[in-house]
């Protein structure tokens, strides 16, 4: 499985990469996980994706 990575790598304050939104330890774990840990990785990616492009609704 090839890494999500769309080379826009900058963490947030929350060391959460803007790009491809996995953690600082998600990561550099990456290279050393398998293809199960690295869906559930994936999956949580997705779910911050979506939680942090949410528009203000003010």
Do not use: F
Not at 16 to 22: E, F, S
Not at 40 to 49: F, G, P, T, V
């Amino acid at each position: 499985m090839t890494s999500p990575c769309i080379n826009i790598c900058h963490l947030d304050d929350n060391d959460i990469c803007v790009g491809c939104y996995r953690s600082a330890t998600e990561i550099t774990t990456w290279k050393d996980l398998d293809n199960k840990d690295r869906k559930q990785i994936l999956a949580k990616a997705q779910e911050r994706e979506l939680t942090l492009n949410v528009p203000n609704s003010h």
